[in-house]
């Protein structure tokens, strides 16, 4: 994944920090093991949690109108991430695991940039 900021840039610096920071991860994949997968998921997971949130603290402090959609979309995926973590174990979880990463994460993280995380910060723009 790249940072690309036509795509992801949201002039919020510390949104783009933030999913700079996941892209970061997400890149830090070493090799094609599973444990590699698992390791860098983890961290994924690690990280999400904390920017969800923050991003949880900026919808309560602008009175973002959106929150609770938001909040449901980031409890879906905090569960979804978790789930392929614990299957991991075994050989048809390693494969869900390795699947959910190269092609679901990406896809999910630009969508919600593109949609949710774009709404949020022009929300912020607007009521600062």
């Known amino acids: 994944m790249k940072f690309i900021d036509e795509t992801h840039k ?30 860098v998921m983890i961290k994924l997971y690690e990280h999400t949690k904390l920017h969800f949130y923050s991003e949880e603290e900026m919808m309560v402090e602008y009175n973002y109108p959106r929150k609770k959609e938001h909040i449901d979309e980031h409890n879906k995926v905090l569960a979804e991430m978790e789930y392929f973590i614990n299957r991991s174990n075994s050989k048809m979880g ?9 092609e679901k994460l990406p896809s999910w993280f630009d969508l919600h940039l593109i949609s949710m995380d774009s709404d949020l910060s022009s929300h912020i723009k607007n009521n600062s």
């Open 10 to 39: 949201l002039d919020n610096s510390q949104m783009d920090g933030t999913h700079q920071e996941f892209i970061d991860i997400y890149n830090d994949l070493k090799d094609t093991s599973t444990q590699s997968y698992k390791n």
């Open 94 to 102: 390693q494969m869900m695991l390795k699947s959910y990463y190269k």
